[in-house]
């Protein structure tokens, strides 16, 4: 099972949220809504947070609209993924940056990643990550 530490009380998010379709839902909380699902490992719920046009940029490598991010993020939702958390985190307007490290099953610890996510009427229509070095 997957778990996750620091987020709420780092960044102050709310409870997951169902992210509507409206620029009323706040940043933070689609992307808790994303963490989450990740978490749980809900992948439906988890695709439901982008937008469809999303794009992922990871190491400078982009990804474009939902069968390219699904793709992407599918191993991360089969037996063995890593566990995620989060160090640390900040919200500036419509984007929320996260320093996100993993653990893999053998106890290896990844830190940190930074993740940017842009978010725009109630979905994440942008993510930025790039890998610790």
């Avoid at 099972?1 to 620091?6: E, K, L, N, Q, S």
């Avoid at 808790?32 to 809900?42: M, P, R």
Wanted: charged share 15%; hydrophobic share 40%.
């Amino acid at each position: 099972m997957r778990w996750i530490f620091g987020l709420v009380a780092t960044c102050g998010m709310a409870s997951a949220v169902a992210a509507a379709q409206d620029n009323s839902v706040r940043p933070d909380a689609v992307v808790q809504s994303h963490i989450t699902a990740y978490v749980e490992a809900d992948f439906e719920a988890f695709m439901g947070t982008f937008a469809p046009n999303a794009v992922v940029v990871f190491d400078g490598q982009r990804y474009s609209g939902q069968s390219q991010i699904r793709q992407i993020y599918y191993a991360n939702f089969l037996e063995g993924a890593p566990q995620i958390y989060i160090a640390d985190s900040k919200i500036s307007g419509n984007e929320v940056v996260l320093q996100e490290g993993y653990v893999f099953p053998d106890g290896t610890d990844i830190c940190c990643s930074r993740s940017t996510y842009t978010v725009k009427g109630g979905k994440i229509s942008k993510i930025v990550i790039v890998s610790p070095q």
